[in-house]
């Protein structure tokens, strides 16, 4: 059982998020289901956006709800802005409010260069940059009307983009998504710019190699395992609940400095492990 699922062993403190409003998109799976689950664990109520997968997001709410808390499945392709902007109505309308989004959805078409569609190329940045982009417009129109209200945390909402150590780190045969994720820092640090004096937070935290659907070939056999540990100092392919944990710090009011920032949570992949014994 991992840490964001158990009663007893969660590192979680239960209280911490309480009474606030978290929107999670790509929720049914990987890094954005445990991070749902997290933030639930943490006090929020929670919607978890998907786009397939109806039945998985389903499970995660009933997750979610057996901690006290409200959740809801809602469907939406965050790439739709009609799609987005009907999640984020209805989410005010039944939940009141947003206090936190996390814009998390995100997929790889992988490809050589000269292999590369367009379809690949405009399917990766619509999902990973423009939906963030979308995501991110609706809920600060939402954090803007409501303002803050001390008594639920210091700032007016706090918008977590999902990066990924592929923001600095070039990835052949990747070029759709490396490039999707450097939009989303330059996107992340100006939209932290932009709305820092409005008491908005936005920061983004960039995994490493974790254990989700996305990269199942880099560690289901032991072979690829070891292999992808030559790129990680730290000597253990991350967890999705290594994220959660993450992300439900970052939008707590512990952290309520930390603006513009992206936190790697990473084992120490962007360290240049080559250089250990190496240059
Ligand atoms: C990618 C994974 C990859 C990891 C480290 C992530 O952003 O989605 O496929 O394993 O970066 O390279």
Known sequence: MSSTE?????????????????????????????????????????????????????????KIKAMGVRAAAYEADVSQED??????????????????????????????ITEMTLAQW??????????????AREATKEFLRRGVVP?????????????????????????NYASSKGGVLMMMQTLAQELAPKKIRVNALAPGAIKTPINRQAWE??????????????NRVGEPEDIAHA???????????????TLYVDGGMTLFPGFATGG
């Open 6 to 62: 158990g009663t007893s062993r969660s590192v979680i403190p239960a209280n911490l998020l309480k009474g606030q409003k978290a929107l999670v998109t790509g929720a049914n799976s990987g890094i954005g289901k445990a991070t749902a689950i997290g933030l639930g664990r943490a006090g929020c109520d929670v919607v978890v956006n998907y786009v397939a997968g109806r039945e998985d997001a389903e499970q995660v709410v009933d």
């Open 83 to 112: 799609q987005v902007v009907a999640m984020t109505d209805r989410m005010v309308e039944e939940f009141g409010t947003i206090d936190i989004l996390v814009a998390n959805a995100g997929l790889q078409r992988d490809a050589p």
């Open 122 to 135: 405009r399917k990766v940045l619509d999902v990973n940059l423009t939906g963030q982009f979308l995501c």
């Open 151 to 175: 008594e639920v945390s210091r700032s007016a909402g706090k918008i977590i983009c999902m990066s990924s150590v592929h923001q600095i780190i070039p990835w052949a045969g990747h070029v």
């Open 221 to 234: 056999t032991p072979e690829a395992e070891r292999d992808l540990l030559q790129l990680i100092p730290y």
């Open 247 to 261: 992300a439900v710090g970052l939008a707590s009011d512990l952290m309520d400095y930390v603006v513009g920032a």
